[in-house]
């Protein structure tokens, strides 16, 4: 006895470091001291042979049961710390609130809403009271599922709530994106008198970010100073996200140059931050010095410099930051192989993007996603299509925005067969009614020339938004069928839905195809009645309007007058009508200022040319032929030259005259002469 006694003291206070000397004697066999070793090679991180000594003894109290089973649960072995609370239920010992907080939290970990609910179950069965730390822990596992009703219901019932209940219900919410409902929860917290702890602070900043509350973050800013919780690392992480979210880089920037243990959680939350506004350089400097003090970048870390390289267009950037997550040993999870297939996408890298699809070992259904929307981009639609089926043999489901993809493919191919198909299935899986969905199968069903499909299928649906009006009016407006067009419109402004950008292109559209010209311009100064502003395709339709209608001289004097300075496309919208009118004056005027504006476009010398040969001018098409040639020439050679800025043969940078002056053309364009005056682009630049 006196021995046994001797071993417990000495394991009390931490005096035994090896417990080679308790085997051999077999006191490791005692239940104390067996416990006690137990807790030891937990805390040390040996859950293995924490394990050993829990099976070899013979009895074994509640607390051993709790350390091994939180010991499993801590080391992220869910499975088999619920594998032992079976175990357990065959035993006589009875589990207390630490071996069911454990066991909660081991079925959080694995999102395992049966288990939770089982030992939910057990808690009630046995007709006690909760304690409020079990509740609590409840709570968590409800919203870590997901189950965020079930979590408020006990909350909603605890009496005497603690700071953890009010902590846990808040960033339950904020995990659930149920931001309102915590900003909400936050404020009675401290109305009622409670004192928020600095997890309570960070997760409601994080609600405050994604509100872009700035207002809201700003008071729990000022709080955090007062109580002294602005220390906390994870608070200042989190006001340098709420900041950087709520678009306020200099108080983001501000925090983050006041922190001295800066971690990678403080670098990804400053470089989202930039990222989000497109501030490429300041990204990267952050990036830069975040190597220089060996701070090891995440995988999040590269995600946010993919999202501005992508936003920038900068393909080298991204191949760079590609090649870096393999120097850095990092796998391409999910968010990374996403951006990587955007990136690539947008810069006409679809192989490359294909590469990565295929890379990687894990994809959800927005990775999919991300390669139907980098094929729609690059107008590749079979590929869309191929893709599809290869999806149909995962076991991902396609969602809302695979449907308006690939209906979109199909529309792109005028395929109605694989249209209806798609249809069949969008009405299978339910999505028939989602407005994305809709929009695509109605504009799909047009481009295939089924006009009455497309309004059948418009006339279903209860609920309409301005993007599916649009697609409607538009249907109608590219199939000359204005009067349908402006009745669609009539009926959307019946509905109340306010028309945007998009809506007055359809309007617009319809009046020019149709010849409306009164109507036409008299919705194009209804506009700004509803707060839009006309853009170049607004006027464009005008002018095409006016032209179509013989109107030569208001279109000219209607460019003219515009606000902002006139695109070429406007110009050769003019020129084309005058060749149709055959008004070879305004016809060269019209020449001369679509070239200037955009002088390396073939499509002006040729409506040109199209004038002068009908009317007969031959020697003057064929100097406009050969201006034509000479501009490709001379498009080619800055070409050249720009390359060997970069590092390319010298030579090709000679082979011809540049001229950086559109001018210099028109002036040749009125002589139609063999003397082109230009000069070297070279010396423009210097």
Known sequence: MGDRMSIRFLVLFGLVRNSEGLIKTGFDKEVFVGTSLIDF???????????????????????????????????????????????????????????????????????????????????????????????????????????????????????????????????????????????KLFSEMTRLGWRPDGYGCSSILTSCGSLEALKHGRE????????????????KNS??????????????????????????????????????????????DLFNLMRLRSVQPSILTFVSLL???????????????????????????????????????????????????EEMNEKDIVVWNAMFSGYAQQQESEEALKLYSKLQL?????????????????????????????????????????????????????????????????????????????????????????????????????????????????????????????????????????????????????VSLLGRASKLSEAKEFIEKMPMKPAAILWRSLLSACTAAGNVELGIYGAEMAILSDPLDSGSYILLSNIYAAEGMWDDVKKHELLNNYEMKLHSATIMEEDSLFGLNESHSRSWVHSSRPCHLVCSLREIGDCYVVSNAAEQRT
């Open 307 to 357: 999202g501005v390289s992508a936003a920038s267009l900068t393909l080298e950037l991204s191949k760079q930051v590609h090649g870096m997550t393999t120097k850095y040993g990092l796998c391409l999870d999910i968010f990374a192989g996403r951006a990587l297939i955007d990136v690539y996408s947008k810069c006409s890298c679809t192989r490359e993007a294909e590469l990565v699809f």
């Open 239 to 284: 006001l340098i996200d709420m900041y950087a979210k709520c678009d306020s880089l200099t108080d983001a920037r501000t925090v983050f140059d006041s922190m001295t243990d800066h971690n990678v959680v403080s670098y990804n939350a400053m470089i989202e931050g930039y990222s989000r506004q497109d501030k490429l350089a300041e990204a990267l």
């Open 41 to 183: 090679y937990v805390k040390m991180g040996d859950i293995e042979e924490a394990r050993l000594i829990f099976d070899g003894l013979e009895v074994k109290s509640a607390v051993t049961w709790t350390i091994v089973i939180a010991g499993y649960a801590k080391s992220g072995k869910s499975e088999a710390a619920l594998k032992l609370f079976y175990q357990m239920r065959d035993t006589d010992v009875v589990p207390d609130k630490y071996v069911l907080s454990a066991l909660l939290t081991a079925c959080s970990a694995l999102k395992f809403i049966g288990g939770g609910k089982q030992i939910h179950a057990y808690v009630l069965r046995r007709g006690t009271e909760m304690d409020v730390s079990v509740v609590n822990v409840l709570i968590d596992f409800y919203t870590k599922c997901g189950q965020v009703l079930a979590g408020q219901k006990l909350f909603d019932k605890v009496v005497d709530r603690d700071l953890i209940s009010w902590t846990t219900m808040i960033a339950g919410y904020m995990q659930n994106s149920m931001h309102v409902e915590a900003v």
């Open 394 to 542: 995962s076991r991902q489901i396609p969602n809302e925005f695979t449907f308006a993809s690939v209906v979109s493919a199909a529309s792109s191919l005028a395929s109605v067969q694989h249209g209806q198909q798609f249809h069949s299935q969008i009405i299978k899986v339910g999505l028939e009614n989602d407005p994305f969905v809709t929009n695509a199968l109605v504009d799909m069903y047009s481009k295939c020339g089924s006009i009455e499909e497309a309004h059948k299928l418009f006339d279903s649906k209860t609920l309409k938004d301005v993007a599916c009006w649009n697609t409607i009016i538009s249907t109608y407006a590219h199939h000359g069928e204005a009067e349908n067009a402006l009745l669609m419109f009539e009926r959307m402004m019946n509905d109340g839905i306010k028309p945007n950008y998009i809506t007055f292109v359809g309007v617009l559209s319809a009046c020019s195809h149709a010849g409306l010209v009164e109507d036409g311009l008299r919705h194009f100064e209804s506009m700004p009645w509803f707060g839009i502003e006309p853009g170049i395709d607004h006027y464009s339709c005008i």
């Open 220 to 235: 729990v800013h000022a709080y955090t100073i007062r109580v002294d919780l602005v220390y906390e690392y994870y608070v």
